[in-house]
T-cell receptor
Framework: EAQVTQNPRYLITVTGKKLTVTCSQN?????MSWYRQDPGLGLRQIYY???????DKGDVPEGYKVSRKEKRNFPLILESPSPNQTSLYFC????????????FGEGSRLTVL | DQQVKQNSPSLSVQEGRISILNCDYT??????FLWYKKYPAEGPTFLIS?????DKNEDGRFTVFLNKSAKHLSLHIVPSQPGDSAVYFC????????????FGRGTSLIVHP
């Protein structure tokens, strides 16, 4: 089954404690991206990657890091989480340079105390 | 600066009536438009799309209309059903941008029985 898998789905953590949200897709997609969804602000792009070892900043990259060492995986790293990073995070993937739609993961709800 | 705008945060409609969700864009380079649907606790899923060479695309109860001169598109749902209650995101992309979508902030549709 074609899917984008995120883990963890829910996480409560404290300020400053490093965490990683994993994302994996099984569709051989070149393009992967992270979004955060906040009330009234819709989906805002954090980082994206067009292929292995190629990453770029989206609209709200501050406080986040990503890596793309393998085509299927695109982890989101919060080195020192802060309360303003409390949000619902979505990973998405698609084929590049096509009109194929994005496939989204089910989301990871992160709370930073 | 928002390139894709959904000016109505919410819309309430009676079951069986038409739902019309609107979206405006500012970037004239956008040539491909999509609508995504999102239920609570799930990731967004692709609903329908339209290329700029068309002005209408229909899929069952869902029709998307594109008015390029006005830089406006709309999603019509006829007839609306309670199961259509969700957040709808409009997205726009371009061949020059590798078809990476830019999202609007979403419209929450509630269909009352």
């Amino acid at each position: 089954e074609a899917q984008v898998t995120q883990n963890p789905r829910y996480l409560i953590t404290v300020t400053g404690k490093k965490l990683t949200v994993t994302c994996s897709q099984n569709m051989n997609h070149e393009y992967m991206s992270w979004y955060r969804q906040d009330p009234g602000l819709g989906l805002r792009q954090i980082y994206y990657s067009m292929n292995v070892e190629v990453t770029d900043k989206g609209d709200v990259p501050e406080g986040y890091k990503v890596s793309r060492k393998e085509k299927r995986n695109f982890p989101l790293i919060l080195e020192s989480p802060s309360p303003n990073q409390t949000s619902l995070y979505f990973c998405a993937s698609s084929f590049l340079n096509s009109r194929a739609e994005l496939f989204f993961g089910e989301g990871s709800r992160l709370t930073v105390l | 600066d928002q390139q894709v705008k959904q000016n109505s945060p919410s819309l309430s409609v009676q079951e069986g009536r038409i739902s019309i969700l609107n979206c405006d864009y500012t970037n004239s380079m956008f040539d491909y438009f999509l609508w995504y649907k999102k239920y609570p606790a799930e990731g967004p899923t692709f609903l329908i799309s339209i290329s700029s060479i068309k002005d209408k695309n229909e899929d069952g109860r869902f029709t998307v209309f594109l008015n390029k001169s006005a830089k406006h598109l709309s999603l019509h749902i006829v007839p609306s059903q309670p199961g259509d209650s969700a957040v709808y995101f409009c997205a726009a992309s371009s061949s020059g941008g590798s078809y990476i979508p830019t999202f609007g902030r979403g419209t929450s549709l509630i269909v009352h029985p």
